[in-house]
């Protein structure tokens, strides 16, 4: 009794600061609230954050075409002199256009080229691997809720300490080594061999966020009626049939929303493997964001309207993506209201 | 054993084995090892010398070979277990080594030399945690800069998330206006405008505001978050209409109906916006990299990275700094993870 009034002391000495300012912020606020009417609060309530929005999100966006079509090293816009699509003409220059190592940025194409192909391995691996341990999980399980735990812990954790993590392991003398040591097979460095550094981004990246599409897979199982597996318990049908006819179309929604979920991410991967192999060796994990990094800002050749223009290239993919996503939300939807 | 192997393994109906049981249970506790054991075997690697760290193949717990001072010599010795002729063994220490003899005493004894084939010895080792991996950094580099930077950030953006978002929440559920579902149609577009999309011209905006190189140029332009408006926004449409009204014909004024009534009511779930909002601001590592290029205002994401980079990488420093960087994150797990896990499966946000 005493520790609660105790705390709730401290509580309310700790608050007294906060309400004291909500009270002198209530002064000029309702000066202004008996100039504009209860209605015109509303504008005020929304003013920080649609601020914010514009300047750092909106602003920007509009800008980006600008920047795309000037040239120069220069970042202020006024001392940037306009080009026209001489950015983009950059971007699209190849004397072979079957082998985009003849294209003038050749670079920004092994990005491409590297990005498409970690998204679609990438991301077809993830959802198997999620899909199955929600399956899993959604077995009748003692700790159940542990076990879920266990797989979305990753998701927590930065980037940054991904990569480290997996560097450490992915060493010489690193754990991965020391494991097939034990098997008799010679310590081999993965992070300086072109392949193996790709797969390493792969696996990686599926490590650190399966959990979170798990997690969301699993609460699409859980939403389907258990007594459509009793009845089909009782009809005697085979476990594969009961995956096919009943958890897989009405997971379907789900399903779709976590594959393009992961497909946006994915376009965007760039932290974890800027850590693990800064993009290397070579080309061979340079990923688009981090083509759009280097070209903007940390080459001696920075070009920020050549990266503008890519950024833009990557944003159609993403909007296109989008969209996508925002269809079949409103497709559950009207079947939820039917 | 016997109860708690059962109340483990128990299944539906008490049915005999199945082979998805045992498919269920290896995957279990692969996915047991494969996702704790990597953060496991850093922090354990973490406490390791360098000499240690060197080693292959690589020993779990750190260790490190046991020294002694011997009289009559100025050095400490390396101490062995060394084994004798006639079948014992023995501590002895080291004086040196010539071809494939070494040439040990015995510590307490050290008046006789004893020969001793280096192929019957193995270094003495014992337990040891180097604590220095982690007051080193701390002290002769800037991670304490480095951590007080990170909590900065993410205590300041968290707080103004928290703020901005809710008002702009309390605007688009609790009032009618004209360019309402604008609004919120801006908001929700948002979510697909990536950093990655926009870095080139928000470094340009940043930098002409003069937040280049400032700690406020990491934190403005993550506060606005639409994730944050749209939780909290569905959250309040389910605060009765009723309460406000009572509390108008009371003469409360706009601002403190925020305050005192919609903002308490909407607890639960600013509490699981904050817990996201600290893992993200204190995650983040791209914006940070880019708007900050003097080292004293690192956060600790990206002096890690700058580090780790570097050509002759001190390893031992940099894993210490990781589990550093690791704490709070695990201390979100542990303790509030059941909110962020229903959260996301409430939500489909992350």
Redesign the interface.
């Known amino acids: 009794m005493s520790t609660t009034s105790l705390t709730d002391r401290l509580g309310s000495l700790l608050m007294a600061p906060v309400h004291l300012l909500m009270r002198i912020i209530d002064i000029p606020l309702r000066a202004v609230q008996k100039a504009t009417g209860i209605g015109g609060m509303a504008t005020v309530f929304l003013a920080p954050n649609m601020l914010i929005f514009g300047i750092f999100v909106l602003l920007p966006l509009v800008i980006n075409f600008v920047y795309s079509m000037t040239g120069g090293t220069a970042f202020f816009l006024s001392e940037r002199n306009f080009v026209g699509a001489e950015q983009y003409q950059r971007l699209f220059t190849c004397t072979n256009y079957l082998d985009p190592m003849s294209c003038q940025e050749d670079a920004f194409w092994a990005a491409v080229g590297n990005t498409f192909w970690f998204v679609i391995l990438q991301v077809a691996l993830m959802i198997c691997v999620s899909l199955i341990t929600a399956l899993i999980l959604n077995r009748d399980l003692a700790a159940r809720s542990f076990w879920r735990a266990v797989f979305f812990f990753p998701v927590l954790l930065s980037p940054v300490v991904v990569g480290l993590i997996w560097k450490w392991i992915l060493q010489r003398q690193g754990l991965l080594n020391f494991g097939l040591y034990q098997f008799g097979i010679e310590p081999y460095t993965w992070l300086t061999d072109r392949n193996w550094t790709f797969i390493a981004t792969i696996g990686v990246s599926i490590w650190a966020h399966m959990g979170l599409y798990t997690l969301i897979l699993l609460a699409g199982l859980q939403a389907i009626p258990k007594d459509l597996y009793e009845a089909a318990e009782m009809d005697g049908t085979k476990p594969a049939r009961v995956f096919r006819r009943i958890t897989l179309p009405l997971l379907a929604p789900n399903l779709l929303v976590v594959v393009v979920l992961a497909l946006i991410k994915a376009v965007q991967i760039f932290d974890e493997v800027y850590v693990l192999t800064g993009g290397g060796p070579g080309t061979s994990t340079l990923y688009l964001t981090q083509y759009i990094y280097e070209t903007g800002f940390a080459s001696a050749l920075r070009n920020p309207g050549l990266a503008a223009a890519a950024s833009i290239l990557m944003g159609l993919v993403l909007v296109v993506l989008t969209l996508i996503q925002l269809g079949i939300g409103q497709r559950g939807e009207k079947k939820g209201k039917r | 054993m016997g109860v708690a192997s059962r109340?483990?393994?128990?299944?539906?109906g008490g049915k005999s084995w199945h082979w998805?049981d045992i498919?269920?249970w290896v995957?279990?506790i692969g996915?047991?090892i494969?996702?704790?054991g990597?953060?496991v075997?850093?922090t354990f690697?973490s406490f390791k010398t360098p000499a240690a760290?060197?080693?292959?193949?690589?020993s779990i717990l750190p260790y490190i070979t046991s020294q002694a001072t011997v009289q009559g010599y100025d050095k400490p010795l390396q101490l062995f277990d060394a084994k004798m002729p006639d079948g014992s063994t023995r501590v002895l220490a080291e004086v040196r080594r010539i071809g494939l003899v070494a040439q040990m005493v015995d510590p307490k004894a050290p008046g006789e030399i004893v020969r001793v084939n280096i192929g019957d010895r193995t270094p003495v080792r014992s337990v040891s945690f180097a604590t220095e991996n982690y007051t080193t950094p701390f002290t002769q580099f800037d991670f304490l800069r480095y951590l007080w930077n990170s909590v900065f950030v993410t205590v300041t953006a968290t707080l103004i998330t928290l703020?901005?978002?809710s008002?702009?929440a309390?605007?688009?559920s609790k009032?009618?206006?004209k360019g309402?579902s604008l609004?919120m149609l801006?908001?929700l577009a948002?979510?697909?405008?990536?950093l990655?999309?926009?870095?080139?011209?928000?470094?340009?905006?940043i930098?002409?505001l003069g937040l280049f190189n400032s700690l406020w140029g990491v934190i403005?332009?993550t506060?606005?978050t639409p994730t944050g408006?749209f939780i909290l926004r569905q959250y309040m449409l389910t605060i009765p209409d009723e309460l406000i009204d009572a509390a108008?014909m009371d003469k409360a004024?706009?601002?403190?109906i925020?305050?005192r009534i919609v903002l308490p009511l909407t607890a639960p779930a600013l509490a699981v916006l904050a817990i996201f909002s600290v893992?993200w601001r204190?995650?983040d590592?791209?914006w940070p990299l880019?708007v900050l290029s003097r080292r004293e205002l690192y956060t600790l994401?990206v002096g890690?990275?700058i580090y780790?980079?570097e050509l002759n990488v001190q390893?031992h420093f940099?894993?210490a700094m990781?589990v550093v960087?690791?704490i709070p994150?695990v201390l979100?797990?542990i303790f509030l993870?059941?909110f962020?896990?229903t959260g996301?499966?409430?939500t489909?946000l992350?």
Do not use: D
Not at chain 2, 190 to 194: D, I, K, N, R, S
């Open positions: 109340f483990i393994l128990r299944r539906r998805t498919v269920t995957w279990l996915g047991l494969i996702m704790f990597p953060a075997w850093l690697s760290l060197a080693e292959f193949p690589p703020i901005v978002n008002m702009a309390f605007a688009l009032y009618e206006f309402r609004a801006i908001i948002t979510l697909m405008v990536p990655s999309v926009i870095m080139v011209p928000l470094y340009s905006i930098s002409s403005l332009p506060v606005a408006v108008r004024s706009e601002w403190q925020y305050w893992v204190w995650n590592f791209l880019i994401q890690l990275s780790s980079g390893w940099i894993l990781t960087t690791m994150v979100v797990f993870q059941r962020i896990t996301i499966a409430g489909g992350k």
